[in-house]
C-alpha cells in the first residue's frame, strides 16, 4: 500500500565539525535503536505539496548545520559502548506514495501500515556505522494528505531534544530564521558523572533499580517477552480525567486529613489509575511485586541546570515499588503517592549518583542495565512491570512545514508489552490520549476496568 518512489542521503548545507563527540552515560544506557513517530497534515491546497520533497530537502540540509550530531554515526568501542563521530555522513530521506486515505488510519495506533510510513531499518543485518541516525520518508495519500515519518537515534536525543529539532526544520521550511539553537556540548555531564570524593560516595545502589520484579513462581521475564503483544488507543476526556485526579486527591485528603501538600498532577493520578487498573487485568497474586518505571526529564532538578535546549538524553526512568495486593484494594492516593515520590526522589545527588553507577559498569555488553549493541532486548518492562512516559508540554502538534499544523502525530511502533505513552489530544480540549503496548490475554480485562474504574 505504501510504494517507495526515491531515496536520497542530505548532508548538511555548510562544513560542520569533525570531531568524535563525548556521550554521557545517559546516552550510553539507552537502546541503539531509533525512535519512531510520524506527522500528519492535509493541507487546505493540495497545490502547497508540489514540491513538498525539495522543500524539506532542501530544509533539512540547513537543519543539519546546527544539529550536526543528527549526521553523524555510531561506531562500537570497549566494553560495550558507542562513541559518535560527527563525520557528515547526511540523513536519510525518502519519498513515497500511499493509495491510502490518512482516515483510512482510524485512530493512528500504531500498527505495521503505520510503521510502513518509517523508512525501513535493518539493525541487526547492517554495520552499525553504516546506520543513519535519523531517516525521514515524506508519503503522500490518495486523499490530497501527507505525512513525514521521523526515525531519530535514541542515543542522540530524547523526546523534548527530537521535537526541538523537529521545530527548528519546520520554521526553516516555512522560509523564517532558526533562532532557537540547540545547546550541544554534552562534555557539561563529565563534572556529574566524576567519582564522588570518598566523604560523599553516591547513596544510590543497583538494587534502587534492579532486578525489575519477575511473576511469582517464574524465575525470569523470558516466557513474558515471547508472549503475543497488542496496541491500544485509549482515550481520556478533560472531565474523565478530572475524575481520576479528583478521586485520588480527595481520597489523599481523607486519609491525611490537610491540604498542606501539593495535589497531584493529572499525569500522576492518570499514570496511578493505570497501573491499578493493569495490575486487576493482568490477575496478579496479592502478594505480587509491581513496579511501575516513570521516565523523569531532569534538565531542570540539577544544582546547575542543564540549558533549556540541551541536546542529548536528560531523562531517567524511575520506580514506584508496590505490592499488587495493596495498589488494588488501598486508594487511587495510595498509588498515586508511590509515583508522586518517584518522581520527586529525582534530585541533584540522584542523578549524579546514577550517572556515576553507570560508569562504574566496565562491560556493559553483559549487564542486563544496559541496551547494548547485540542486545538490543535490554530490560523487560512487561507483565508484572510497566513504563510510563508523558509527551504533555512538548510543544506537540506545533511542526507547520508551510502545510499548516499537523492534524496528528502517531507513534510508529508500539509493540512492547507495558510500554505507554501519555499524549495530548490534538484538538486542544484537555482531553489525552494513551497508546498503550499490552499482552494480548490482557488488553480485553484492561480496557473494561480502565474506564468502568473512573
Known amino acids: 500500500m505504501v510504494n517507495l518512489i526515491a531515496s536520497r542521503i542530505v548532508k548538511p548545507a555548510k562544513p560542520i565539525p569533525t570531531k568524535v563527540m563525548f556521550l554521557s552515560e545517559c546516552d550510553q544506557r539507552v537502546a541503539v535503536t531509533h525512535a519512531t513517530v510520524v506527522h500528519f497534515y492535509k493541507p487546505e491546497s493540495p497545490e502547497l505539496l508540489n514540491d513538498a520533497t525539495e522543500v524539506l530537502k532542501d530544509s533539512l540540509s540547513e537543519a543539519l548545520v546546527a544539529f550536526y550530531p543528527l549526521a553523524g554515526r555510531l561506531y562500537p568501542k570497549d566494553g560495550g559502548r558507542v562513541e ?19 482516515q483510512d488510519l482510524g485512530d ?71 533562532d532557537d539553537q540547540p545547546f550541544l556540548d554534552r562534555t557539561i555531564f563529565q563534572k556529574y558523572e566524576d567519582d564522588h570524593p570518598s566523604s560523599t560516595a553516591p547513596k544510590l545502589q543497583y538494587s534502587d533499580f534492579f532486578p525489575l520484579p519477575v511473576l511469582i513462581g517464574r524465575s525470569s521475564s523470558l516466557e513474558g517477552r515471547k508472549k503475543a503483544t497488542i496496541c491500544a488507543m485509549l482515550k481520556l476526556s478533560k472531565d474523565q480525567i478530572e475524575q481520576i485526579r479528583n478521586k485520588a486527591n480527595d481520597q489523599d485528603l481523607m486519609i491525611h486529613k490537610t491540604s498542606n501538600q501539593r495535589p497531584f498532577s493529572r499525569f500522576v493520578a492518570v499514570s496511578a489509575h493505570i497501573w491499578r487498573c493493569l495490575s486487576k487485568a493482568r490477575m496478579h497474586n496479592p502478594a505480587q511485586e509491581t513496579v511501575l518505571y516513570v521516565t523523569v526529564d531532569f534538565r531542570k532538578r540539577l544544582k546547575l541546570p542543564l540549558p533549556g535546549r540541551y541536546f542529548g538524553n536528560a531523562v531517567l526512568p524511575v520506580p514506584a515499588r508496590a505490592i499488587a495486593g495493596d495498589l488494588q484494594s488501598r486508594p487511587l492516593s495510595y498509588a498515586s503517592s508511590k509515583i508522586k515520590e518517584a518522581i ?4 541533584d545527588e540522584y542523578v549524579r549518583s546514577y550517572l556515576v553507577c553507570m560508569k562504574n559498569i566496565p562491560e556493559v555488553s553483559t549487564s542486563p542495565y544496559f541496551h547494548t549493541v547485540g542486545r538490543p532486548q535490554g530490560l523487560f518492562f512487561g507483565n508484572p512491570n510497566l513504563i510510563v512516559t508523558t509527551w504533555v508540554g512538548l510543544g506537540l ?18 509493540g512492547d508489552d507495558g510500554k505507554l505513552f501519555i499524549i495530548p489530544s490534538p484538538n486542544g480540549d484537555g482531553s489525552l490520549l494513551i497508546p498503550l503496548g499490552l499482552q494480548v490475554e490482557h488488553i480485553n480485562a484492561f480496557k473494561k476496568y480502565f474506564y468502568e474504574d473512573i
Open 84 to 102: 559518535l563521530h560527527c563525520n557528515s555522513m547526511g540523513a536519510l530521506l525518502v519519498e513515497a506514495q500511499s493509495e491510502l486515505k490518512i
Open 108 to 178: 493512528f495506533c500504531p500498527a505495521p501500515q503505520i510503521r510502513a510510513l518509517i523508512p525501513p531499518i535493518d539493525n541487526n543485518n547492517t554495520p552499525l556505522h553504516e546506520v543513519p541516525l535519523l531517516l525521514v520518508q515524506i508519503t503522500k495519500f490518495a486523499c490530497g494528505g501527507v505525512s513525514i515519518g521521523l526515525a531519530v537515534s535514541r542515543v542522540i536525543a530524547d523526546g523534548q531534544s527530537g521535537f526541538h529539532f523537529v521545530s527548528e526544520w519546520a520554521k526553516i521550511a516555512r522560509g523564517e530564521k532558526s
Open 397 to 414: 502538534y506545533k511542526a507547520d512545514f508551510g502545510w499548516g499544523d499537523e492534524i496528528f502525530m502517531a507513534h510508529a511502533s508500539l
Open 344 to 347: 520527586e526522589n529525582v534530585t
